[in-house]
Nanobody, 122 residues
Framework: QVQLVESEGGLVQAGGSLRLSCAAS????????VGWFRQAPGKEREFVAA???????SYGDSVKGRFTIFRDNAKNVVYLQMNSLKPEDTAVYYC????????????????WGQGTQVTVSS
C-alpha cells in the first residue's frame, strides 16, 4: 500500500517562500505522476501543480510563475517550491499520485497524502 507523506508546512509572511516535499513509502514514484492540490476552508480542492515521471509539468493558473514543482526520482521525492506567497495561498496542501500524465482533476489521482497546512500572513 502506498503512503504519501508531505513535509510540514508552516506560517510565512506574504512575499515569502516555502518548500514542501512529498515522499512515498510502499512503492516508488517510478512511472507515476505526482500532483499537488490545495483546499482552503469552504472552498473546493484546487489544482496547484503536477509533474510526470519524465518531468513534464503543469500548473494551475493562480500559481504560474510563482510555484515550481520538481522531482528527484532517485530519492523518490517531489518538491513544491512556493515563492512570492500571498494570503490567498493559505490552504491545506496535498500531494497525490496517478498513472498517466499531469492532470488538474483531483478525481484522477488514486493516492493522497494527509495534507499539510500552509498559512500566509498579510
Amino acid at each position: 500500500q502506498v503512503q504519501l507523506v508531505e513535509s510540514e508546512g508552516g506560517l510565512v509572511q506574504a512575499g515569502g517562500s516555502l518548500r514542501l516535499s512529498c515522499a512515498a513509502s510502499g512503492r516508488t514514484f517510478s512511472s507515476l505522476t505526482v500532483g499537488w492540490f490545495r483546499q482552503a476552508p469552504g472552498k473546493e480542492r484546487e489544482f496547484v501543480a503536477a509533474i510526470s515521471y519524465t518531468k513534464i509539468t503543469s500548473y494551475g493558473d493562480s500559481v504560474k510563475g510563482r510555484f515550481t514543482i520538481f522531482r528527484d526520482n532517485a530519492k523518490n521525492v517531489v518538491y513544491l517550491q512556493m515563492n512570492s506567497l500571498k494570503p490567498e495561498d493559505t490552504a491545506v496542501y496535498y500531494c497525490a499520485l496517478r498513472t498517466g500524465g499531469p492532470s488538474p482533476l483531483y478525481i484522477e489521482y488514486n493516492y493522497w497524502g494527509q495534507g499539510t497546512q500552509v498559512t500566509v500572513s498579510s
